[in-house]
């Protein structure tokens, strides 16, 4: 079974920065994009950023300019180096990613576990 661990995350003071990892395991035979989500309490899970395996990417209006996805396709991993963060950015982190498991036929979409980011004032 794929499996994506995320970690890197805690609390934070406003203007601070972070860097969360998302690292993916298993039979893996491909991965496609790898994502970052946020959710933060009472809202709805909400895309942040997203990097494909050539190494495009897009933002949210909200961290375009703050936040920074990258990944290293050579440790299955993606990175999201976030600056200048807000009280705003407070929410569960959750990394996600479209992969091929050895032996499937088909892709599917993996999600890591969360991981708690706190921004305070």
């Known amino acids: 079974q794929v499996q994506l661990v995320e970690s890197g995350g805690g609390l934070v003071q406003v203007g601070g920065s972070l860097r969360l990892s998302c690292a993916a395991s298993g039979p893996i035979f491909s991965i496609n994009a790898m994502d970052w989500y946020r959710q933060a309490p009472g809202k709805q899970r909400e895309a942040v950023a997203t990097?494909?395996?050539?190494?495009?990417?897009n933002y949210a209006g909200a961290v375009k300019g703050r936040l920074t996805i990258s990944r290293d396709n050579g440790k299955n991993t993606v990175y999201l180096q976030m600056n200048s963060l807000k009280p705003e950015d407070t929410a569960v982190y959750y990394c996600?990613?479209?992969?091929?498991?050895?032996?499937?036929?088909?892709?599917?979409?993996?999600w890591g576990q969360g991981t708690q980011v706190t921004v305070s004032s």
């Open positions: 990097i494909t395996s050539g190494g495009s990417t």
């Open positions: 996600g990613a479209t992969a091929r498991a050895m032996g499937a036929m088909v892709q599917r979409y993996y």
